[in-house]
């Protein structure tokens, strides 16, 4: 096994100062050149850190968990991505723990609070599951990832709802659109993000009640409206691919006859006929900032809220109407 002394010897360096380039920890103690010198050792004699024994020094195990639920899709995709990337950076290998249901999650938050992890990221809470949360926070670090948690000492990387109702709802009436349907999902801020968007116009907003959560059944509950709608706001973008399906399947035009918008810019809307129309949620940068948040939890004990911005992604799901 290659040692960090073999690396110093090569690199013409003390032993120290190759540690401080491969381990990380003082890198503006040593010039450029010479961390480049140390880096070119490694390679060369192909050095592998023990990570094993900087954890038993330092009493750290260099593993966090995610408790994540059963979803698919690139932004589901892209989030794990910006995870791993950002654990790679801090030599941190992931734990992945997977739950179907709620009663799952809580005993998943219950099992982790006996194993020997650094932390957890949490990737979704359902409504009264916030105390196992609380209570797995009191062994471990806790994160919360793309919904914003109201447990005490849990910060949470999410996006802001309001704003993604506003830029689609606001993109709707800048169409022409003057009847527009919005599925409510579970983030109550998205609500007042789309009044926000129709305040002082003509426009009216149709919520969806919260229990309709697929595609079809949003666009059935739309087409028994009294009088017409002609745009849908869908939760997420999976949402918006079932309701594009549905409506194929009545014979119904997209988007000459209805459009819609969907949440999350996943790659496949891209590929869709028409192009699927969505608010982007910024997924490889929330995972990345969940595991920053994380690491300074890990290091000082607490971590703040942080927001992220969404944005438009215009391709052809919605229609142009003449006022």
């Not at 409510?184 to 002082?200: F, R, T």
């Amino acid at each position: 096994m290659v040692k960090l002394s073999d690396i110093a010897k090569r690199a013409n360096v003390g032993v120290s100062t190759a540690s401080y380039v491969l381990g990380k920890t003082g890198l503006h103690k040593v010039s450029p050149e010479t961390r480049e010198r140390i880096l070119a050792a490694a390679r060369e004699l192909n050095y592998v850190p023990n990570v094993a024994g900087k954890a038993l020094r330092k009493g750290m195990t260099y593993t966090a968990a995610l408790l994540f639920p059963d979803i698919s899709g690139s932004f589901a995709f892209n989030i794990i991505a910006g995870l791993e990337n950002e654990l790679n950076k801090n030599t941190y290998s992931m734990l992945f723990c997977k739950y179907r249901n709620q009663a799952e999650f809580e005993e998943k938050c219950r099992l982790l609070g006996g194993r020997q992890i650094d932390g957890v990221i949490v990737l979704g809470c359902y409504p009264g599951s916030e105390q196992a949360v609380c209570q797995l926070n009191k062994y471990h670090p806790v994160i919360s990832l793309a919904h914003k948690i109201d447990v005490p000492e849990v910060p949470s990387v999410y996006v802001d709802g309001s704003r993604i109702s506003f830029l689609a709802v606001k993109y709707l009436i800048g169409r022409g659109h003057r009847r527009i349907a919005i599925q409510q999902g579970v983030d109550s801020n998205k609500v007042a993000g789309a009044k926000a968007a129709a305040d002082n116009s003509d426009v009216e907003l149709l919520f969806a009640p919260r229990e309709i959560r697929s595609g079809k059944d949003f666009l059935n509950w739309g087409l028994a409206q009294k009088a017409k709608i002609t745009a849908f706001a869908a939760y997420s973008d999976q949402v918006a691919f079932e309701f594009i399906g549905s409506a194929i399947d009545k014979g119904i035009k997209i988007p000459d006859e209805l459009s819609v918008v969907g949440v999350d810019g996943e790659e496949f809307g891209a590929l869709l006929r028409p192009a699927l129309t969505s608010i982007r949620q910024p997924d490889f940068e929330q995972g990345a900032a969940a595991v920053r948040l994380l690491m300074q939890k890990i290091k000082s004990g607490s971590a703040e809220n942080m927001v992220l911005q969404p944005e438009l992604l215009e391709r052809s799901s919605v229609a142009k109407i003449n006022k």
